[in-house]
């Protein structure tokens, strides 16, 4: 069963230039969203990218790059209600 | 000749961790793993010992290296308790193990390295995947939490990584160079810094433990399949103890909102808001937890609302309520089903934050303006009237 949410994926960009075919982002993706064609990284799946950060924090020549951060909604108006930015500081009581 | 030499570079002697005993300084004899103190790490004065679970065996502080600690395949009945009630917030905080370097069954200097987090949960369900198998594991310490949000806050990070193998000094003890870390770590580790800071390689295993025996007998090459996160059943329907702790705050406010509602109409029966308003809380928790992937929309508040309408509809049915008195008590209800359903984006393994913050700006003025209406506008209609 593939899940979908709104908005997933907008943020990742992928400079094939930069790109050496690794594969290090197909590793790392939880979401089978990278797929190597022709020796290059493609994004053949972004609406299941959860914005996770790990293809752009693993891609070693940077041609990967993602706003990434925490999916959950009491992180966000814990953030709203602070004025800090979300984070989950929900002291180990969460995940 | 490799093998000697491996030998006499290791500062621990293979033969006696595989016989689980350990060498305490100034005896020339192994001793029995009870005679040991339990291992303590400068950083963490007091660490809640494995010991107390009679599965790992504590190790001397050998020369500069802190020497491994051992670990087995059996989790016990009563850590299979602990992690039971654990899964309901109950002293979550602490449930967390020793970091540093553990044996698993009779390793040696050629045997794989995997990297794991120091939440005791994630500790009993790797080892308890690897019976049979002959490895180190390296523990960082993410202060109790999961690879996976560790990742995320950062403290299953590089330089935790870095810093654990060179103060447990791995090099030392392995003649590879290779780290298999969990995948859903790569979030938190930037595998190119710690290969230039240590020389270890990174390779990124499969997501979940049980798929690690598989992955290792196949030459560490991960299938597809081992590479993808889900969310089944069994997965969502594990988070839902935590949640509906949670919910639990809002119990008792739930049950005065519905006297109140029961007392500003006193014609209609008083247990349709008593059992509408309370009973959402498991609607909104545990049946959207279920139902998750069959509800349509992609907002999760709006398909907690949908239960949440189907709900009040059917307990309107059931107790023969008249619309005219069940909307304040149903519009109350649906708003909090749809609050609860959104906090359910957290659990979830696929929400990003740019959805969830719109789907955040977009459905809190509806839920809050639905429980403010529900509550007040029958007061006031009851006032006017
Ligand atoms: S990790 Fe970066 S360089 Fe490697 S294949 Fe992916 S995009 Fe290309
Ligand atoms: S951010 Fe995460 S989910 Fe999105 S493409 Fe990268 S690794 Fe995959």
Sequence with gaps: ?95 | MLQALNKESLPIPYHQIAMNHCNCPGQHAPNPPDACPAPRLKEDPAPPSGLDFGVITGWEPLNTIASPMVANEHVSFRERLRNLSVRWAYKRHNHRITPGLYSFGAPDGTSPVLVTANYKLTFDKLRSHLSGLQLWILVLDTKGINVWCAAGKGTFGTNELVNRIRSTGLARLVTHRTLILPQLGAPGVAAQTVEKETGFRIKYGPVYARDIPRYLANGMRKTGEMRTVHFTLMERLSVVPVEMIHALRLLIPAILVALLLGFTKPESPIAYPLIVIPGCLLIGTFLFAALLPYLPSRAFSSRGAILGVLWSALVAWLTHTPMSSAWPSALIATSICAYLAMNFTGCSTFTSQKGTEIEVRLSLPWILSGIFAGVLLPVILTILL
């Design chain 1, 1 to 95: 069963m593939k899940f979908r949410f709104h908005h997933n994926g907008s943020s990742l960009s992928l400079d094939s230039g930069l790109c050496t075919g690794c594969r290090r982002c197909v590793e790392v993706c939880p979401h089978a969203v990278f797929s190597i064609v022709k020796n290059r990284a493609a994004i053949v799946d972004r609406a299941s990218c959860m914005e996770c950060g790990a293809c752009a924090l693993n891609c070693a020549p940077g041609a990967l790059s993602v706003v990434s951060g925490v999916g959950c909604a009491a992180a966000i108006i814990n953030g709203m209600l602070s004025g800090k930015s979300p984070s989950c500081d929900c002291s180990a009581s969460c995940c």
